[in-house]
């Protein structure tokens, strides 16, 4: 199994774990997320079961990447929910980690096309 392919199981391991936290704090009346918590939750475990038997290819790290960006998104549009729950500091850190996941995926995605990150656009001087 290749770092790209690693890369991809690191992270539905944690969008299913973390999603399923999610769902075991809220059966216990811990709050753990703003408005529409469940069904950014269900869509985590969702996307981490696709993750976890999705080949290393460029299409799948973007896909990653995408909901990476589309949960950090959600997260900063809910910010005052956070706050009002007294969440605040969770939500910055699983923020955070969205958007290094989505770097990384972006970052994997790039050199599955066997693309060098640091590598210069094509036709740059």
């Known amino acids: 199994m290749g770092s790209n392919s690693s890369l991809l199981r690191?992270?539905?391991?944690?969008?299913?774990?973390?999603?399923?936290?999610?769902?075991?704090?809220?059966?216990?009346?811990v709050p753990v997320a703003g408005v529409g918590f469940v069904d950014a939750h269900e869509l985590a475990l969702v996307a981490g079961l696709l993750l976890w038997s999705a080949a290393p290819r460029r299409c799948w790290h973007r896909a990653a990447a995408a909901v990476h960006l589309l949960f950090a998104a959600a997260n900063a549009a809910h910010w005052g929910s956070f706050v009002s729950a007294d969440i605040a500091l969770s939500a910055f850190v699983t923020t955070s980690m969205h958007l290094l996941f989505a770097t990384l995926e972006w970052v994997a995605g790039r050199a599955a096309d066997g693309v060098r990150v640091l590598d210069a656009p094509a036709g740059a001087a």
């Open 10 to 29: 690191v992270d539905a391991l944690c969008l299913v774990g973390a999603s399923t936290f999610a769902f075991l704090m809220d059966a216990l009346g």
